[in-house]
């Protein structure tokens, strides 16, 4: 048996994050914790706080032998002779891990080791290793373009992200890696920072050589993060587009055996979003959907609905979610409060649960170090300010044990208990494959009034529990429990036992034939000031800006193969009212260069009649042997006109 150490957090309040030894162990390994000056005891408190067992601090440790903690978490106090409290961690205790999930297994996390845990080799293998022992094959990370190249030529030589990398592959986790940024030599463009650049070439160039650099250790790539944000650079639909195709032929020339998914929108997908998205066949330039999602676990299949159409049969990935809970005020290292961090180690639980079944491939809990926002007031972190595990990591690392390699197989419903949530998967708990049913009982509410729900759990009769284990990976009696809770359990059962049951499973739309990817990217130029925002569902969308009266925008042809292309690009569709100068051209490319076509139009006083749908431009190119070029772009008129928020 191979034993796969855990962590366990034994620092003093306000460290750094210590080694990854120190934090989490097996159940088969002894406990060694390093203690406090002064600290003649520590005492052992379970998750509802009531003491469990004491030991006694001996040259500055405290030692339990295997076993004599059982699986859970635990937090530790630490005493001085007098019995006076000292300071206080905790630790987790896990079953080992007596077969790594395979590279494809649904649980992933983000670990965003570039970017949050404190900087250095120590702090970095300890997060890498809590990742990989917690049971997840692949992780997220960031990276900064200004990094590798901070002027304009080749990539520097070195980064932290050679060292990150590296890093994360020794822990055995593979890397979906993301970048949001351009260099500080790109800022002459208009844009900014935080906005892609107008020259796509430039983003082929990083691409492939960032690919080509990481090839042995990155296995995925998103070309960037949020870009429907202000926060990410507020970009329209179009753009985006037209960068994830660019991106996706840098990719895959630098690494032709890449992932590379869409750049994930933060929010909800509208359906004038994916329209857009649609139409401009972007399907057809990324292996993978991705998204983000910070929305309740009981909202998913209704929110998602357009992320799935988008998708067009290929897999989603969920590269970010949790729902963001604020802190206990009295805390200066942003702890959260107890019956809070019960509320919130269910609820990761239930999230990835729901959203497996939800119809996602890939589900990445955000974020597992300490990171806190909105003012450091809401905390998302798996762990504390000094590496320890909350209670979310552990139930987390019950989710990658027991959902190991899982396969949705459908949703049990009992019509008499609509808050009854019940998941069927197929999947590889310690190694064997087994049906494995997810159950919890909770209300549609906020954090404040969760976690009280009880109501019976009656499977149908026949169904033997092979194993039952609670949220945080304690075993429980091998029997179906009478009620669910808040608080959910996995219940294993041979493989095929839970065919017996009505599983519902929510179709998912039909796959969409793309069409080849095609190496003739077009884009639509304008002064990104035009650009305006508009919030649906909290979500934010970008739009270009309609008004009557001539206007003068551009229409750029790329050519991102190794050999010249000729072919037309014409206008396929044009709002009433609206008329160009001239609307197709005949187009020459040699490889990599970049065509600029003027594109003159003028809209008339009643060519922007009040309407839901954005008004659209639509273009195609036809380069012969079936490569087609499609571009669409949404206007809408000036946010004040209509309503919509600036």
């Not at 001239?582 to 600029?596: D, H, K």
């Amino acid at each position: 048996m191979i034993k796969h150490c855990f962590m366990l957090a034994v620092v003093l309040i306000g460290s750094m994050i210590a080694s990854a030894d120190q934090f989490v162990f097996t159940s088969e390994e002894p406990i060694d914790l390093t203690a406090p000056p002064s600290a003649a005891v520590c005492h052992f408190l379970q998750e509802d706080f009531s003491p469990f067992r004491e030991a006694f601090v001996q040259n500055g440790k405290a030692v339990l032998l295997p076993g004599e903690l059982p699986v859970g978490w635990y937090k530790v106090d630490f005493l001085n002779a007098e019995g006076k409290l000292l300071d206080w961690t905790s630790i987790a205790v896990l079953i080992p891990l007596l077969k790594r999930p395979s590279p494809q297994t649904p649980v992933a996390i983000d670990v965003a080791l570039s970017w949050v845990p404190p900087p250095g080799e120590a702090s970095w293998r300890s997060v890498a290793r809590m990742a990989a022992l917690a049971g997840v094959s692949m992780v997220r990370d960031r990276i900064l373009w200004r990094d590798l190249q901070p002027e304009p030529g080749p990539l520097v030589a070195y980064t932290k992200y050679d060292d990150t990398s590296v890093i994360q592959k020794d822990a055995g986790l593979d890397i979906l890696q993301v970048f949001h940024d351009v260099p500080y030599w790109m800022l002459g463009y208009p844009q900014g920072k935080r906005h892609i650049p107008e020259d796509l070439r430039l983003v082929w160039r990083f691409c492939r050589e960032a690919s080509a650099r990481y090839k042995d250790t990155v296995q995925a790539w998103q070309p960037w993060n949020e870009g429907n944000t202000r926060t990410f650079g507020g970009h329209s639909t179009d753009e985006l587009a037209s960068h994830q195709k660019a991106a996706f032929f840098g990719f895959k020339n630098g690494n032709p055996d890449a992932t590379v998914c869409w750049g994930p929108y933060a929010g909800v997908v509208s359906e004038a979003q994916y329209k857009t998205i649609s139409l401009n066949h972007a399907g057809a330039y990324c292996d993978v959907y991705s998204m983000h999602s910070y929305d309740w676990h009981f909202d998913y299949p209704r929110l998602r609905k357009w992320v799935f159409e988008a998708a067009g049969g290929k897999p989603v990935w969920v590269s970010e979610s949790d729902r963001g809970m604020k802190s206990d005020p009295e805390s200066e290292l942003g702890d959260l409060t107890w019956p809070y961090e019960k509320l919130k180690a269910s609820f990761v639980v239930q999230s990835v649960a729901s959203s497996l079944a939800s119809g996602v491939a890939r589900h990445f809990h955000f974020v597992l170090p300490w990171y806190m926002e909105q003012n450091n007031t809401v905390q998302f972190g798996l762990l504390r300010k000094d590496g320890s595990p909350r209670m979310g990591y552990v139930a987390y690392a019950a989710a990658g044990r027991l959902l190991a390699d899982a396969h949705y197989l459908g949703q049990w419903k009992d019509a008499s208990h609509s808050t009854l949530f019940a998941f069927a998967f197929r999947s590889k708990p310690h190694g064997e494959s087994r049906d494995v049913l997810v159950a919890w009982a909770e209300e549609r509410n906020e954090w404040k009034d969760r976690g009280n729900e009880s109501v019976p759990l009656h499977l149908p009769d026949g169904l033997n529990v092979e194993s039952a284990w609670d949220f945080l990976g304690r075993p429980l009696p091998s029997v179906i429990p009478e009620t669910a809770t808040g608080t959910p359990v996995f219940l294993v059962f041979s493989e095929g036992a839970l065919q017996q049951l009505a599983l519902y499973k929510e179709p998912l739309p039909d796959r969409i034939q793309y069409e080849e990817p095609c190496p003739v990217v077009l884009q639509f130029v304008a002064p990104v000031e035009e650009l305006q925002q508009w919030t649906a569902n909290w979500s934010e969308e970008h739009y270009r800006t309609a008004l009557p009266g001539k206007q003068h925008w551009e229409l750029a042809a790329y050519n991102f193969s190794d050999h010249a292309l000729s072919g037309s690009v014409a206008l396929t569709e044009l709002p009433a009212g609206w008329a160009l100068e001239q609307s197709s051209w005949e187009v020459q490319l040699q490889p990599m260069e970049r065509l600029v076509l003027p594109l003159k139009a003028e809209i008339t006083a009643d060519g922007l009649p009040e309407q839901e749908e954005p008004f659209r431009l639509v273009f195609r190119g036809d380069f012969g042997a079936g490569q087609e070029a499609h571009l669409a772009v949404a206007f809408r008129p000036p946010a004040e006109k209509t309503g919509g928020e600036q």
